[in-house]
T-cell receptor, first 113, second 114 residues
Framework: DAGVTQSPTHLIKTRGQQVTLRCSPK?????VSWYQQALGQGPQFIFQ???????QRGNFPDRFSGHQFPNYSSELNVNALLLGDSALYLC????????????FGPGTRLTVT | DAKTTQPPSMDCAEGRAANLPCNHS???????VYWYRQIHSQGPQYIIH???NNETNEMASLIITEDRKSSTLILPHATLRDTAVYYC???????????????FGTGTRLLVSP
């Protein structure tokens, strides 16, 4: 049973460019959350998708957007990249519900130069 | 903001028990305490969670005080592979929606030495 997978593993972009990160949830999971982790910090919640709709959003600008597909996979898009967007981007999947734990993928390391 | 307070770092000898404390004095009655760990440059790994009773699984034990204002994660026989950042999280969930997000603090960096 494959866990959460993310692609690509690493990515280097230039300021002002746009980037798309991809996530496939753990088999059987229907909810996908995205987190940003800057160096030396804990992960920060970006947003969460369920039934192809954004259900919760953290304190991130509109440059950060997402999508969930019918097969539950998800994309994170970041426009107009800033140097401060350099971070590890983590995807987590879970079942919708109050007590289900979230399973994290290995992350995508984004470097903005 | 994170609702938990943890020491920034701890050391433990291999084979000994590692006891990681967490304060969550503002926890509300229906909030769970979750523990995750993150080994360098990997995604966080779920360890255990609890509401009010002590919990144990194959990885660890979770002891929650009777007033629920603090908890302790216990790794009974720490190994070198347990070296990681450990996050204690009070799960923040909007009422009645069933959706949950995790609010991470900076965690405790546990170093297990030979």
């Amino acid at each position: 049973d494959a866990g959460v997978t993310q692609s690509p593993t690493h990515l280097i972009k230039t300021r002002g460019q746009q980037v798309t990160l991809r996530c496939s949830p753990k088999s059987g999971h229907d909810t996908v959350s995205w987190y940003q982790q800057a160096l030396g910090q804990g992960p920060q919640f970006i947003f969460q998708y369920y039934e192809e709709e954004e259900r919760q959003r953290g304190n991130f600008p509109d440059r950060f957007s997402g999508h969930q597909f019918p097969n539950y996979s998800s994309e994170l898009n970041v426009n107009a990249l800033l140097l401060g967007d350099s971070a590890l981007y983590l995807c987590a999947s879970s079942l919708k519900g109050p007590t289900y734990e979230q399973y994290f993928g290995p992350g995508t390391r984004l470097t903005v130069t | 903001d994170a609702k938990t307070t943890q020491p920034p770092s701890m050391d433990c000898a291999e084979g000994r028990a590692a006891n990681l404390p967490c304060n969550h004095s503002t926890i509300s009655g229906n909030e769970y305490v979750y523990w995750y760990r993150q080994i360098h440059s990997q995604g966080p790994q779920y360890i255990i969670h609890g509401l009010k009773n002590n919990e144990t699984n194959e990885m660890a034990s979770l002891i929650i005080t009777e007033d629920r204002k603090s908890s302790t994660l216990i790794l009974p026989h720490a190994t070198l592979r347990d070296t990681a950042v450990y996050y204690c999280i009070v799960r923040d969930r909007p009422q009645n929606t069933g959706f949950q997000k995790l609010v991470f603090g900076t965690g405790t960096r546990l170093l297990v030495s030979p």
